[in-house]
């Protein structure tokens, strides 16, 4: 069964930094466009970041030039780099892939379960 899961959330001052990470695991052929969606109490989930197989990234501009998100293909890990982080950062970040697994052999979008950073004085 595959699975995201993601670590490395918590509490920071604004101006700190957290470093997120999404290991994926399960049998798998292929795994696509990871990326990092947030969702902060009373408003819509949407997305921070993506990565392409072929390295490119897609940021929304709220987090350009204060985030990164680079992926391991060997360990299937997805991090996401935050910081000068801000108080307005503050939310659920959940990573989300493309995945094609051996028992599903159809893209399917898999999410993790979601880790909250809180940025606070």
């Known amino acids: 069964q595959v699975q995201l899961v993601e670590s490395g959330g918590g509490s920071v001052q604004p101006g700190g930094s957290l470093r997120l990470s999404c290991a994926a695991s399960g049998s798998m052929v292929s795994i696509n466009s990871p990326g990092w969606f947030r969702q902060a109490p009373g408003k819509q989930r949407e997305l921070v970041a993506k990565?392409?197989?072929?390295?490119?990234?897609d940021y929304a501009d709220s987090v350009k030039g204060r985030f990164t998100i680079s992926r391991d293909g060997a360990k299937n890990t997805v991090y996401l780099q935050m910081s000068s982080l801000k108080p307005e950062d503050t939310a659920v970040y959940y990573c989300?892939?493309?995945?094609?697994?051996?028992?599903?052999?159809?893209?399917?979008?898999?999410w993790g379960q979601g880790t909250q950073v809180n940025v606070s004085s």
């Open positions: 990565i392409t197989s072929g390295g490119r990234t």
């Open positions: 989300n892939a493309l995945i094609v697994s051996l028992a599903d052999p159809v893209v399917r979008a898999y």
